[in-house]
């Protein structure tokens, strides 16, 4: 009876042997084990294939397989092979599956990780667009506000064309007068250090001084003749310097009492103090005299300018109307020569305290009228720099 191989795989140890005919020989058992039993099997016991003889050897006491060639035996050994090519084949599969499906998910998982920069990338360009969308907003804003500031400072600038081009060559001349009088006081104040003997120098410097004064009178006659409210107002000046202003500038009295304040420390002698009192007395009087001029004139301005015969829907003549005008203009052209006198009037008191003082002592005078109207700038600009409330 023949050994079903097909169904039931087998092996053999030591001290058992077994026919091709599928009995048992005497003494020796069949244990039923897989292929790859028999493979770990015959490379521990070292089995010899025979090509020549067709037969299979094992060492030891195993003994010997005979007919070797016997097609039953090539083909149980064909069928062993094959089923083991494909368990093998088939681990490889799983092994390739497995394999693929790891790279699968790592690919799935980059694709997922570039999309999330993508949306991070996304999510900023949107801020950086928004906002740079509300700066172009505030510019556009801002070049608004401005454009209606410049177009309110047009329209005022048209407002008031006839007198900004003369107000502004009065404004330039004066800026740069204040500038050359500012270097004359520092060489002054520099000079007056060794006046005891140099009172050449001394005196050739406020000569200078005195007609840098003479000057500045001349360009503001020549501003009244263009415009002389401009000068009486004295927007020229800093809000501090106009408090204190009269006529276009200041009282030639209180100039005196500054220099008499800071004079009387110094060794003046009685005639000069008498001088020096006598020319505060005389500039009172006069300018006493020019206020009620301007008192008068004003009022006469008045009543010119608020006559029935002026009124829009008036039933007087045109020569009423025009003679209340002309009055007006006589009265306007008088202001300003009231403005000249007290120029000249600052003019004379600057003259007589020279040749009152001698010349380090009318370096010293004039260096404390200009240091009085520097602290009045300085005022001016503390005023203007104070916090808002």
Request: hydrophobic share 35%; with cysteine; proline share 2%.
């Amino acid at each position: 009876m023949m050994h079903n191989f097909n169904s039931d795989p087998f092996y053999l140890t030591r001290s058992h042997e077994f026919d091709w005919n599928g009995n048992e020989s005497a003494g020796n058992g069949i244990q039923h084990v897989d292929s790859a039993d028999i493979t770990i099997f015959s490379m521990h016991n070292g089995i010899k294939a025979s090509n020549d003889s067709g037969s299979l050897q094992f060492g030891g006491s195993l003994g010997q397989f005979e007919k070797w060639d016997d097609p039953m035996v090539a083909d149980h050994f064909q069928h062993k092979h094959t089923s083991t090519h494909n368990e093998l084949a088939g681990v490889r599969l799983n092994a390739g599956d497995s394999s693929g499906h790891s790279n699968g998910r790592f690919l799935n998982q980059k694709k997922l990780v570039k999309l999330a920069q993508n949306r991070e990338a996304a999510r900023k360009s949107r801020m950086r667009k928004k906002a740079y969308v509300e700066e172009l907003e505030m510019s556009q804003k801002r070049l608004l506000q401005l454009d209606q500031a410049l177009e309110t400072a047009r329209h005022q600038a048209g407002k008031q064309r006839h007198s900004i081009g003369r107000d502004d060559a009065f404004d330039r001349d004066h800026a740069r007068w204040l500038g050359e009088h500012e270097r004359l006081m520092d060489e002054l104040r520099s000079s007056l250090i060794s006046c005891e003997g140099n009172d050449t120098t001394l005196h050739l410097l406020v000569d200078a001084v005195i007609s840098h004064y003479g000057d500045l009178h001349g360009i503001k006659s020549a501003g009244a003749g263009s415009d002389m409210f401009h000068i009486l107002s004295g927007l020229w000046t800093t809000p501090a310097e106009r408090l204190l202003m009269w006529l276009g500038g200041f009282r030639s009295s209180d100039l005196l009492k500054v220099v008499e304040k800071q004079m009387q420390p110094l060794s003046l002698s009685e005639e000069q103090l008498v001088c020096i009192f006598n020319l505060h007395k005389s500039c009172q009087h006069a300018e006493d005299a020019l206020s009620q001029g301007m008192e008068a004139l004003q009022h006469s301005l008045t009543l010119a300018l608020s006559s029935s015969s002026l009124a829009p829907h008036s039933s007087g003549d045109l020569v009423d109307y025009a003679s209340h005008m002309a009055t007006a203009m006589s009265n306007v052209h008088t202001i300003q020569s009231f403005l000249h006198q007290a120029d000249l009037l600052r003019m004379h008191a600057l003259q007589q305290l020279q040749r009152i003082l001698s010349p380090c002592q009318a370096a010293r005078a004039l260096l404390a009228i200009n240091d009085y109207q520097a602290r009045l700038r300085a005022l001016s600009s503390l005023w203007l720099a104070r916090p808002k409330e």
